[in-house]
């Protein structure tokens, strides 16, 4: 395969061109989950929007071939139009071979805590005649981050390179034939359709990550279905995605050949609708939706200085799921299962050396913290250096160095990076979703991202184990979705929040999970996000 052929664009296609309409919907959905995730802060200074190259194949017959087919969709998300996406099939000749080129864009535009924001999404595929994968490419570009990973497979493997700031990253997963790539979906029922009642399973590459997902189709029934004011007749397919242990629940809407016209991910109820170019070109207005605010979950009561508190016992409901599987327990926070919707979580304020306040008594107190920190060791991806937490960068490694390089106790060297990841980002902005601990040392801009990956990157610099933590944090009577980091001291996970800078946190974070952000995506560590925004409800019971 000419790997020249493609130059920049997203994931992989599928088995063939008839069918190659609605963008990747979870990728895009995942991809835009990063934007939940903030505090407010002071007045912002919007970055530039992005500028990517475009997907185009640049020399031999692929140069001159003409598009065989576009595709235009409209992006629509909680009920807002957001964007579109556009999609172009060509049939080329690569060294006297016949090949399909898939190359898309799709391009987003919305409110994060008031600011103005574009994210745009590129891709591109090459396959043989019969279907079978040769390479692909992926560009996710929000404001000054561009994330590219790129995928070729060789000899029954694929050989994804992840590419961000000041590091390249390489991985393998094990191929087969019967593995379909970015449009694996599309391209099953276009060759054969599916009737009401049938079932089917695709195993696909993820967009934008190094893992296969499986998705079970169920086809229901005919629906009359809304396409933007138009009706059509369409069959409904119910569809299960699992990836990375998470389930991702969504529909199709497809017409007798296959065709899909509509589709929709639970993750938050992104829909894309098939259109005409000059209804997807119309223009979308990014004040009609603020994710951040449109996500935050309201409080029964305030809380008074939460992050000075020591101990909060929470009840959360969770509508549709058990918030017990959802949410994290450890050192600091307790979960426990009230009903299948309801739960209550204890979360504490945790330092080395001090005894939690966790469960009834102080044997279960002892408990909880000694099987929580024997469980959950350092890994190698916890300490090591990746293309979101370039901790072996030299401006990393030096600031880690000014900063704690003389304090021999850890914990105190702990606080001391987690003061200098504060100090570090000067202009607070949430134009960006996610940018690059390499990135935020130039730029000093951004938000609880920026500083979770920065601290994290100080503090594997200074050879202390650290990792990001995904959740909610209180906020002006409502939980906003955040991010912040935790730091292996003295024998346990310590979170930290440089957002706050406060020589660790309080009881007013309510943790998700947490991931070391390696691999060739991060995009996955906000599964769990999407599992339960949109869905949560939260009362405080008890404060001290």
Request: charged share 20%; with cysteine.
């Given at each position: 395969m000419n790997e020249k052929m493609l130059t920049k664009g997203i994931s992989c296609a599928g088995k063939r061109d008839s069918n190659v309409g609605i963008a990747p919907t979870r990728a895009i959905a995942l991809a835009v989950l990063g934007l939940?995730?903030?505090?407010?802060?002071?007045?912002?200074?919007?970055?530039p929007?992005?500028?990517?190259?475009?997907?185009?194949?640049?020399?031999?017959?692929?140069?001159s071939a003409p598009p065989q087919r576009e595709i235009w969709e409209v992006a629509l998300m909680q009920g807002s139009r957001v964007g579109y996406s556009h999609t172009v099939i060509r049939r080329l000749k690569d060294n006297g071979h016949d090949r399909l080129l898939i190359e898309g864009t799709m391009r987003l535009a919305i409110r994060r805590f008031g600011t103005p924001m574009t994210m745009e999404i590129r891709f591109a595929s090459s396959e043989t005649a019969d279907g079978r994968l040769l390479a692909c490419e992926s560009v996710i570009s929000q404001a000054a981050v561009t994330v590219v990973t790129k995928g070729r497979v060789v000899d029954g493997t694929l050989h994804l390179e992840m590419r961000t700031s000041d590091k390249t990253t390489r991985t393998t997963i094990p191929w087969t034939p019967q593995t379909g790539g970015f449009y694996a979906v599309q391209q099953s029922l276009s060759r054969k359709p599916m009737k009401p009642g049938e079932r089917r399973t695709v195993r696909a590459l993820e967009p934008g990550a190094a893992s296969i997902a499986t998705t079970e189709m169920v086809a229901r029934g005919l629906e009359s279905v809304d396409l933007l004011g138009k009706k059509a007749e369409l069959l409904r397919i119910d569809t299960?995605?699992?990836?990375?242990?998470?389930?991702?629940?969504?529909?199709?809407?497809?017409?007798?050949?296959?065709?899909?016209?509509?589709?929709?991910?639970?993750?938050?109820?992104?829909?894309?609708?098939?259109?005409?170019?000059?209804?997807?070109?119309?223009?979308?207005?990014?004040?009609?939706l603020d994710l951040a605010w449109n996500t935050a979950v309201p409080v029964n009561r305030s809380l008074d200085r939460p992050h000075a508190t020591r101990r909060v016992r929470y009840r959360v409901q969770m509508d549709g799921a058990n918030p017990a599987e959802a949410f994290a327990s450890g050192p600091s926070q307790q979960v426990r299962s009230i009903d299948p919707q309801t739960a209550e979580i204890t979360v504490v304020a945790i330092r080395p050396g001090q005894s939690n306040s966790l469960g009834s008594g102080a044997n279960a107190k002892k408990q909880v913290a000694a099987e929580g920190a024997s469980s959950d060791l350092p890994t190698p991806q916890d300490r090591e250096p990746n293309n979101w937490i370039q901790s072996d960068h030299p401006a990393i490694v030096a600031a880690a160095q000014e900063a704690a390089g003389k304090i021999e106790d850890p914990w105190q060297a702990a606080v001391a990076l987690e003061r200098l990841a504060r100090q570090r980002i000067q202009r607070p902005g949430f134009s960006q979703a996610f940018d690059t601990a390499a990135d935020v040392m130039r730029s000093?801009?951004?938000?609880?991202?920026?500083?979770?990956?920065?601290?994290?990157?100080?503090?594997?610099?200074?050879?202390?184990?650290?990792?990001?933590?995904?959740?909610?944090?209180?906020?002006?009577?409502s939980f906003l979705y955040h991010m912040w980091t935790e730091l292996y001291v003295e024998g346990q996970w310590i979170p930290m929040d440089a957002t706050l800078a406060q020589g660790g946190i309080g009881a007013a974070h309510l943790k998700l999970t947490h991931s070391n952000?390696?691999?060739?995506?991060?995009?996955?560590?906000?599964?769990?996000?999407a599992q339960v925004i949109g869905r949560l409800r939260v009362e405080i019971l008890e404060v001290e």
């Open positions: 939940a995730l903030g505090t407010p802060g002071c007045e912002q200074h919007p970055s929007a992005p500028v990517v190259e475009g997907v185009r194949p640049v020399e031999g017959d692929s140069a299960t995605t699992t990836l990375e242990n998470q389930t991702i629940r969504g529909n199709l809407w497809v017409d007798h050949a296959g065709e899909i016209w509509k589709t929709r991910t639970d993750m938050l109820d992104l829909q894309q609708v098939r259109v005409d170019k000059e209804e997807a070109l119309r223009a979308v207005e990014p004040g009609q000093g801009e951004g938000d609880c991202t920026e500083h979770a990956v920065l601290l994290a990157a100080l503090a594997r610099a200074r050879g202390i184990p650290a990792r990001v933590a995904i959740g909610l944090v209180y906020s002006k009577q952000l390696s691999g060739a995506s991060a995009l996955t560590c906000f599964l769990p996000v």
